[in-house]
């Protein structure tokens, strides 16, 4: 019988693959919010935020998983200390944390923060699994329509990706919810590597836009390591199976 699961970040994209899956896995499923909502078809909703640690002592009380997929921008470190401390406190037996790949790498505020967040969970006495996985397919879609509002869209040469769909990863994450904890596993990408170029181009064919696309250079330390696909992983990595192009089918085409 599988227990409660305390999901934080249920209502964004990754958040609304996974509760469906634990609720149809049997689990009794607690979702953390900011705002109040009804419980409904196997979920119970509670009140509480992670950046001021507000609430977060009830929400994690008699949870034996915690399911940890809210992020954004800036904070993660400071939401993680605070949902691992209470954690550790409740004698949670299983703490998942959904990271990016490359997280170490990249000298980003966003990939520090997240390394912050790995190191938080690892070291938080609370038995864990981390797994990095590459950009999502729906965060790449929003970043080329946001470009192609542009008459000539700015292209960094050298640069690719791997994204990778988000039901991919909820399927995975559920997976190891329901598992024993393993520590950091391997990371999760999609099938396919991509040129930025080609991604941008998918999206003009498929959406009927014409644009110029201009090659430019990203400089710096950071253009350097994308360059030499910091941002991607081969060794021991699994490998979604929802393609960016079936992606783009079923939200553009």
């Given at each position: ?45 509670v ?8 609430g ?9 998983v915690?399911l ?5 921008p ?63 397919h729906d ?18 040469r ?15 994450l ?14 999760l ?21 014409r644009r ?39 939200q553009?085409?």
């Amino acid at each position: 019988m599988v227990g409660t699961i305390l999901v934080t970040g249920g209502t964004g994209t990754l958040g609304r693959q996974v509760v469906p899956l634990l609720v149809g896995a049997g689990a009794k499923v607690r979702l953390l919010s900011r705002k109040a909502h009804e419980s409904a078809a196997g979920v119970e909703y509670v009140v509480g935020d992670l950046l001021q640690g507000d609430g977060v002592a009830a929400a994690v009380a008699g949870a034996e998983v915690v399911l940890h997929l809210a992020g954004g921008p800036k904070g993660d470190d400071v939401a993680t200390g605070h949902l691992t401390e209470a954690a550790a406190r409740a004698g949670v037996r299983h703490l998942v944390f959904i990271s990016v790949i490359a997280a170490h790498k990249i000298p980003l505020g966003y990939y520090k923060t997240k390394t912050a967040a790995e190191q938080i969970v690892a070291t938080s006495g609370v038995p864990w699994t981390t797994l990095r996985a590459a950009q999502f397919h729906d965060l790449a879609l929003t970043a080329v329509r946001m470009l192609a509002k542009l008459p000539v869209v700015p292209v960094p040469r050298g640069v690719r990706s791997q994204p990778v769909d988000a039901r991919d990863v909820a399927a995975r994450l559920v997976e190891l919810a329901l598992a024993e904890p393993a520590g950091l596993v391997p990371d999760l990408a999609g099938p396919t590597v991509y040129e930025l170029a080609e991604v941008l181009r998918d999206y003009l064919r498929a959406s009927g836009k014409r644009r110029l696309l201009l090659p430019v250079r990203w400089p710096g330390k950071t253009g350097k390591l994308y360059r030499a696909g910091a941002n991607l992983t081969f060794d021991g990595t699994q490998l979604g199976q929802r393609t960016w192009e079936q992606f783009l089918a079923e939200q553009v085409g």
